[in-house]
């Protein structure tokens, strides 16, 4: 499955290239499962194993650096989920992240969607 990116000039930490992204804190709603809660933190630590960054869990989005929830976009197929991001002077500040609740597989399949979402979410949180 081919997934569309772009590339932004900002990260997390410092705004040059190379250097530590620090400790980026993230939260999830109460729309996120625990077995979504697993894969995120499953995508967090194999992101921090490959680069220098760390990402520490805290209880509130109103708190975080990063922002996970389950919403209603689009129903079942075709968009699994957006993001959004902001940044100032090449450093990124905020991004939010939801997933389409619309997309319910079934039990068998939850490894898939849990893999995907895996990618998923390493791939944009890592290119913005
Ligand atoms: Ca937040
Ligand atoms: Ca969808």
């Known amino acids: ?23 980026v804190t993230w939260a999830v709603d109460n729309s996120i499962s625990q077995a ?3 894969s995120i933190n499953a995508a967090f630590a194999e992101w ?3 680069a220098n960054i760390q990402f520490q869990q805290v209880a509130s989005t109103a708190d975080s650096d990063i922002d996970f929830a389950n919403s209603a976009l689009d129903g079942a197929g075709n968009v699994l989920g957006v993001t959004g991001f902001s940044y100032a002077g090449g450093q990124l500040q905020s991004a939010e992240i939801q997933f389409d ?3 319910n597989l079934s039990a068998s399949s939850r490894s898939t969607r849990s893999g995907m ?8 949180t890592t290119t913005r």
């Open 1 to 23: 499955m081919a997934i569309d990116f772009s590339l932004e000039g900002a990260k997390w930490g410092s705004p040059e290239l190379g250097t530590a992204g620090g400790t």
């Open 48 to 50: 921090s194993e490959v």
């Open 101 to 103: 609740s619309g997309d």
């Open 36 to 38: 979504e809660l697993q």
């Open 117 to 124: 979402r895996l990618d998923w979410v390493t791939t944009t």
